[in-house]
């Protein structure tokens, strides 16, 4: 039974890999996700291109928003999107299923375009502009959204970088000439086009292969989490005095004086309310990310450089992927032909989860597998 890309489509795993592709599970999403921030610090003149590409787009999401010619058909059709289940990268847990960008993200979107940063693309304080900063003031825009987000905007070149390995190395009765929705997007028609790619097709639908140098199986290097945690580290960086005392006093006063120390969850909500009254702080926090860029690129080249391909199992701790492989290629080897012949997606990984199931045995390899599964997670 076929369960990785090289296997199902009868290529070797150094062709993939000298491709300078991640060889995905057909199973199973792994927990491997897009950062837009490896887009721009990359040396790589084309992925520099691409994060422009992606700024341009937001830019014009802006300038309609501050027109006032957005209505509620054009958010479905400029910012709801459907997630691209065929790179076969994300959290889901049964298949490659996801619920893409829905009404949550959009009016997200929306909002902090319109309102907290109208200045997106005009920034003084950063070295360049991200798409990561209009996610980071409101909870549950996570990484998965923003790399859906990214992956989306960035559907033309990935669909062309699989259509390239495709042609060269997989047999024409793998692939199949199929139109992709919501490709490119017209600046004149101000409409999103579709447009036919060669592609692998591996009898359902069509599949994605991904650049390992622009995925992280971390947090994107502009994070949420980080920015709140480290929160009380970012008015530091405030050349301004004045700006800087009122930043502190207005953060002190958030936390109040309560008869206890101050709980984690109080600094954050404190840290919130001060970036919302002083937004600026976001540009800031973004400005120490970029100087400490090169540490995101050493996680990309890491990656890329790190993660076992099939059969080949580094003896160094493993990360989540590469127990998510493990495990994956240990089921299909011990229990895959014998409960899961009839559905090859069946969501092994949901499986792991639950160390209740009936019929998975917790012992010898298996066992292993899913003790390793459970620990990295």
């Known amino acids: 039974m076929a369960t990785f890309f090289n296997e199902y489509f009868d290529v070797t795993t150094n062709q993939v890999d000298d491709y300078g592709a991640f060889n995905v599970s057909l199973i199973n999403d792994l927990p491997l996700f897009i950062d837009?921030?490896?887009?721009?610090?990359?040396?790589?003149?084309?992925?520099?291109?691409?994060?422009?590409?992606?700024?341009?787009?937001?830019?014009?999401?802006?300038?309609?928003i501050i027109a006032g010619s957005v209505n509620d058909d054009l958010v479905k059709s400029w910012f709801m999107f459907p997630e691209v289940k065929q790179n076969w990268l994300g959290f889901s847990l049964h298949g490659n299923g996801g619920s893409?960008?829905?009404?949550?993200?959009?009016?997200a979107l929306r909002v902090n375009l319109q309102s907290l940063f109208a200045d997106f693309g005009k920034e003084t304080i950063t070295t360049g502009s991200h798409i990561e900063k209009?996610?980071?003031?409101?909870?549950?825009?996570?990484?998965?959204?923003?790399?859906?987000?990214?992956?989306?905007?960035?559907?033309?070149?990935?669909?062309?970088y699989t259509e390239s390995y495709a042609i060269a190395h997989i047999d024409p009765s793998l692939r199949r000439k199929t139109p992709v929705n919501k490709a490119i997007f017209n600046y004149e028609t101000e409409s999103w086009e579709r447009r036919t790619y060669d592609l692998p097709w591996?009898?359902?639908?069509?599949?994605l292969l991904t650049p390992k140098d622009m995925l992280t199986r971390d947090e994107n290097w502009i994070n949420r989490t980080d920015?709140?945690?480290?929160?009380?580290?970012i008015p530091v960086a405030i050349p301004d005095a004045e700006l800087r005392g009122q930043v502190f006093n207005y953060f002190q006063n958030m936390l109040g004086k309560p008869r206890r120390p101050p709980t984690q969850k109080d600094k954050d909500e404190a840290a919130i309310r001060t970036i919302m009254t002083f937004p600026q702080l976001v540009d800031y926090y973004i400005k120490m990310k970029e100087a400490s860029g090169d540490e995101a690129r050493d996680i990309g080249e890491k990656l890329m450089n790190g993660l076992p391909r099939v059969g080949h199992y580094a003896k160094e701790p493993r990360s989540t992927v590469?127990?998510?492989?493990?495990?994956?290629?240990?089921?299909?080897?011990?229990?895959?032909?014998?409960?899961?012949t009839t559905d090859r997606r069946a969501g092994l990984v949901h499986l792991l989860l639950d160390e209740r199931v009936p019929g998975l045995p917790h012992h010898g390899n298996s066992a292993s597998s899913f003790d390793c599964f459970r620990q990295c997670l």
């Open 134 to 160: 209009v996610c980071l003031v409101r909870s549950g825009v996570g990484r998965d959204m923003i790399s859906d987000f990214t992956t989306n905007l960035l559907k033309d070149f990935i669909c062309r």
């Open 202 to 207: 591996d009898g359902d639908d069509f599949v």
């Open 100 to 107: 893409g960008l829905g009404k949550d993200f959009a009016e």
């Open 322 to 340: 590469e127990c998510v492989i493990e495990s994956v290629k240990a089921l299909r080897e011990e229990h895959v032909t014998r409960h899961l």
């Open 36 to 64: 837009p921030f490896l887009l721009f610090n990359s040396p790589k003149a084309d992925y520099q291109q691409l994060h422009a590409d992606i700024l341009k787009y937001m830019m014009f999401l802006r300038d309609k």
């Open 227 to 233: 920015m709140i945690r480290d929160f009380e580290s």
